[in-house]
């Protein structure tokens, strides 16, 4: 029998996220992937990606934060011509999800397209851009009930 | 503040021009500025200038040596698609508050082909910057695209009506010679192009492409030792930046409304006076968007009066009767002397098959990435 833990710790060493500081990386499956924001401590507006000071009272008391990984898809397009550095697959579908923190994340969406919808609830993922690269990005997909 | 006019332009052709340099487009340009201004090189008091895609330094000393050589202040300006508008209202500034009397506008460009690259949106560092780009975010249609669902959603606003924004600026651009593309799209042909990101088809964006142009600026004493007509009056020329410049995602719709309510206020007029309008229209959505922006509709009624016809040449408030940035083409740092040269053609009484019978109020209308908008009020 497998060590569950044990594979997905391997996992976990084996898996390079496409930048640093972005996303967390979850140690278990119990864990969920969040996105790291910053708050701003004097405001309290939250921005992702993290910015060194509050762009609304320009305040430089900031701390990181794990921003909620649901949310609500505001809108999406579907891409289908390559962009300069994109090296996944075409077509591919990108949007904007709000999350609770007030944020409107830009992201890949991960899943059918077909099934997007606007307003729907979406949960954060991490998946690779092109299957079978070790290197992985944040998405949002459907949440499945 | 002095009163500040427009007193000559010129246009090189927009569109590709395999045979001649940078260098070449402008000076044609402001040849023809000086030519159209009854003015020599050397009555120039001060020049601004602009390109955005040539990696070399100081292109308006090189460009207008071509033209002349007499000493005056030379400054070259980048500020994305504001660029142009950014010269005029820099420009306006010097003459209407006594530092020159006689300043020169002029930009010239050729932009490579293809899509560009929206990078300066994420203010972030290099190496998130490039994982951004990496995930396929540097797609500048694909936020016209996004915008457009969500109207669609919100407003019920149709596929149709945003392909009608090209169907009708291709029809303008068909009338202008300047134009790079001087062809009716007919909007089957617009919905059957090439899918970019949906639902925006390739004939829904603007073409990069290459032209120059130029504006001359002066005061309206000055302007009387060199013309008695076709000068026209800058009603009021604004230039801003974001106030908050938060990644809410699609548009700094808010930004070119403040803007525009400026505008108006400083030149004391408002939607209702406006005769004849050149918007910023990369993407068909847009031109939707700023309708509402600069106030000649309400929120969410842009697709209706595109539909209706009002912004149509034979319409009401008719918009982008060069063709706009879709069909007389988006030579980056020259748009907003484009817009200028449309306007004071349509001003003038010059604008010949796309004339808008008695235009007496003008408003150019850019934003660009930063983001940036200006709003700019020309009046008979």
Redesign the interface.
């Known amino acids: 029998m497998t060590n569950s833990s044990e594979t997905n710790r391997e996992r976990k060493e084996e898996v390079k996220p496409?930048?640093?500081?972005?996303f967390t990386i979850p140690s278990s499956p119990e864990e969920k992937p969040h996105l790291i924001g910053t708050k701003c401590r004097s405001c309290g507006?939250f921005?992702?990606?993290?910015?060194v000071c509050c762009?609304?009272c320009f305040n430089e008391d900031m701390e990181d934060v794990l921003l909620s990984n649901r949310g609500k898809l505001?809108?999406?397009?579907?891409?289908?011509?390559r962009?300069?550095?994109?090296?996944?697959p075409l077509p591919?579908a990108?949007?904007?999800v709000d999350v609770p923190e007030g944020?409107?994340i830009?992201t890949?969406l991960a899943g059918d397209f077909e099934k997007l919808e606007?307003?729907m609830e979406m949960e954060m993922i991490l998946e690779p851009?092109s299957e079978g690269d070790d290197v992985v990005?944040y998405k949002f997909r459907p949440v499945e009930d | 503040m002095r009163e500040v006019v427009v007193l000559g332009v010129g246009m090189h052709n927009a569109g590709r021009f395999p045979g001649e340099t940078t260098l070449d487009l402008g000076r044609t340009a402001v040849l023809e500025a000086l030519d159209d201004s009854g003015m020599e090189f050397k009555d120039l008091q001060a020049a601004y200038f602009s390109n955005r895609d040539e990696p070399t330094a100081s292109l308006g000393e090189f460009a207008l040596g071509k033209v002349g050589l007499n000493g005056m202040p030379i400054v070259n300006v980048e500020n994305a698609s504001c660029s142009g508008s950014t010269l005029f209202w820099m420009a306006y500034n010097a003459v209407a508050l006594g530092q020159y009397d006689i300043v020169l506008a002029a930009a010239t460009e050729k932009s490579p082909r293809g899509l560009r690259i929206p990078v300066a949106a994420v203010g972030i560092d290099f190496q998130a910057m490039m994982a951004l780009g990496q995930m396929g975010f540097a797609v500048m249609p694909g936020f016209a695209a996004i915008l457009m669902r969500r109207r669609m959603k919100d407003y019920g606003e149709t596929e149709e009506q945003c392909a009608l924004v090209s169907v009708k600026n291709h029809k303008n651009g068909s009338l202008n010679p300047v134009a790079q593309y001087q062809k009716e799209t007919p909007l089957e042909d617009v919905l059957n192009s090439d899918m970019i990101c949906d639902p925006i088809t390739l004939l829904q964006c603007c073409p990069m492409g290459e032209g120059a142009a130029a504006a001359i600026l002066c005061t309206k004493e000055v302007a009387k030792q060199y013309k008695s007509d076709g000068i026209i009056t800058v009603a009021s020329a604004i230039l801003r930046s974001a106030v908050e410049f938060r990644i809410t995602g699609l548009t700094s719709a808010g930004l070119t409304k403040m803007t525009a309510d400026e505008a108006y206020k400083v030149a004391g007029l408002g939607p209702k006076d406006i005769d004849v309008i050149e918007l910023h229209d990369p993407f068909t959505t847009n031109e939707l968007l700023h309708y509402e922006d600069l106030g000649i509709c309400g929120e969410g009624e842009g697709g209706k009066l595109l539909s209706d016809g009002v912004t149509e040449l034979t319409g009401d408030i008719p918009v982008n009767t060069s063709g706009g940035l879709i069909a007389r083409g988006h030579p980056i740092g020259a748009t907003g002397l484009y817009q200028i040269g449309e306007l004071m053609l349509q001003l003038r009484g010059e604008a010949d098959r796309r004339q808008v019978p008695d235009a007496e109020v003008g408003l150019g209308q850019l934003e660009g990435l930063g983001p940036i908008a200006s709003v700019i009020i020309l009046k008979r």
């Open positions: 496409i930048a640093e500081g972005l507006t921005f992702f990606p993290k910015e762009n609304v505001y809108s999406f397009t579907v891409v289908r011509q962009p300069m550095a994109y090296m996944g591919y990108m949007g904007f944020v409107r830009m890949l606007l307003d851009i990005a």
